[in-house]
């Protein structure tokens, strides 16, 4: 069976501090999907990146980054000098394809003060 | 490029009365359709997903149906809505089995 476990409830930051989102996942399958979801106030789950499981390789986009361990198997979400406008729930997930369908963790929310 | 609509955006609806809400997606061609619900402050639950026309699966035993008419369209119905069926419903698709799983904007339903 598939789990993703996202620990902090809850985090509240003040703007312009970094913040690292914490994901660990647990699969029997060797091939595996990863992906984070920001889902803002209005509820839509917005896509934010997927990681292959045969791809080890740490990702940057702006103030964005990713880091993937399969060794913890942790995907864990960093964001750098955060601001107001980051400010929702954030999902981590996990596909392994054989179901088709992805297990969610329960959500990270993010607050970031002025 | 592919888009996903789903409506109507908020629904309030008594006890008892019939349920429908609809998701189309545009713009590809036999995709993977999920609904899933997410209950207030928590996680999102796997409800159906289809793989093709007229084939549903089900993830948890409830009074909801799903169902697939045509290949980019997914219907979610209910005969008799119960209180706890309130919650925030969301409509997915994917291109394949290994896909990368997109959302629709959701519809918030309120069952008083």
């Known amino acids: 069976a598939q789990k993703v476990t996202q620990a902090q409830t809850e985090i509240s930051v003040v703007e312009k501090e970094d913040v690292t989102l914490d994901c660990v996942y647990e699969t029997r399958d060797t091939t595996y999907y990863l992906f984070w979801y920001k889902q803002p106030p209005s509820g839509e789950l917005v896509f934010l990146i997927r990681?292959?499981?045969?791809?080890?390789q740490n990702e940057i986009s702006g103030r964005y980054s990713w880091n993937f361990q399969k060794s913890t198997s942790s995907f864990n979400f960093t964001i750098t000098a955060s601001q107001v406008v980051d400010s929702a729930v954030y999902f981590c997930a996990l596909d392994t394809g054989t179901a088709s369908k992805l297990t969610f963790g329960t959500g990270t929310r993010l607050q970031v003060m002025l | 490029s592919q888009t996903i609509h789903q409506w109507p955006a908020t629904l309030v609806q008594p006890v008892g009365s019939p349920l429908s809400l609809e998701c189309t997606v545009e713009?590809?061609?036999?995709?993977?359709l999920y609904w899933y619900r997410q209950a207030a402050g928590r996680g999102l639950q796997l409800l159906f997903y289809?793989?093709?026309?007229?084939?549903i699966s089900s993830e948890v035993p409830q009074n909801l149906s799903a169902s697939r008419p045509q290949d980019r369209q997914f219907i979610l119905s209910s005969k008799k809505l119960l209180l706890s069926d309130s919650g925030f419903y969301l409509c997915?698709?994917?291109?394949?089995?290994?896909?990368?799983?997109?959302f629709g904007q959701g519809t918030r339903l309120t069952v008083v």
């Open positions: 289809s793989v093709g026309i007229g084939q």
């Open positions: 997915a698709w994917k291109g394949s089995r290994q896909g990368t799983a997109f």
């Open positions: 713009g590809t061609s036999n995709p993977n």
């Open positions: 990681r292959n499981s045969f791809d080890e």
